[in-house]
């Protein structure tokens, strides 16, 4: 069935470090892919979405050129955080619909948990 | 846009005792979906319940979008029930944006 795999699940890595997560979607194409982030004790907020072949489209007070999103195929879709600082230390997530404008749930990745020292 | 607000923020269940958690969304869904997060924060998918009632096992779901609520049963509960439990919905009219709820910790004690 329809997976989204992600990748790495767990990265330490010193400030000032960049740091790419990638996102596939396996056995469908996802033109369109969304990315979320999770500080502890909180829920999961939506950070932008990634749109095969044009610019990402970030939420209100995420920053788009430390959170710099790719999606140059249809089933791969990259959050690299530049420059990352421990309050960039989170837990980040992607999810991808099978179809676009069907009502079929999303299918998530297993999320990436990013330390910053 | 849509806000997702879940009830109660905590719980805490003996062993074998029932529990009902609550979503409630501010506006018309096209899509909701409950989720268990485990401790490593794998997101398990339990329901896609835009509306009507389903069962798998020990949980079911109900939704009742003419009254914007969703409900989670979780009947005979076990400690491998614990977690975070979370509703997600995303808006008629929208472009499958998921808007999480705010989240319901559960712990199970023996």
């Known amino acids: 069935g329809a997976v989204v795999s992600q990748h790495p699940s767990w990265v330490i890595c010193k400030s000032g470090t960049s740091v790419k997560i990638e996102c596939r979607s396996l056995?469908?194409?996802?033109?369109?892919m969304f990315w979320y982030r999770q500080f502890p004790k909180q829920s999961l907020m939506l950070m932008a979405t990634?749109?095969?072949?044009?610019?990402?489209?970030?939420e209100q007070g995420v920053e788009k050129d430390k959170f710099l999103i790719n999606h140059a195929s249809l089933t791969l879709s990259t959050l690299t955080v530049t420059s990352a600082h421990p309050e960039d230390s989170s837990f980040y997530i992607c999810?991808?619909?099978?179809?676009?404008?069907?009502?079929?749930?999303?299918?998530f990745g297993d999320g990436t948990r990013l330390s910053i020292l | 846009g849509i806000q997702v607000e879940q009830s109660p923020p905590d719980l805490i269940l003996q062993e074998g005792a029932n529990s009902t958690l609550r979503c409630n969304f501010s506006d018309s869904v096209n899509n909701l979906q409950w989720f268990h997060q485990n401790p490593w924060g794998q997101l398990i998918n339990l329901f896609y319940?835009?509306?009507g009632t389903k069962q798998n096992g020990r949980l079911s779901a109900t939704t009742v979008a003419t009254e914007r609520y969703s409900l989670l049963y979780i009947s005979s509960s076990q400690t491998t029930d614990s977690g975070v439990y979370f509703c997600a919905a995303d808006g008629a009219g929208g472009y499958q944006k998921v808007t999480f709820g705010t989240g319901t910790k559960l712990q199970v004690i023996p």
């Open positions: 999810s991808a619909p099978e179809w676009v404008y069907s009502n079929q749930p999303q299918h």
């Open positions: 056995d469908f194409q996802a033109t369109t």
């Open positions: 319940i835009p509306s």
């Open positions: 990634s749109n095969e072949g044009s610019k990402a489209t970030y």
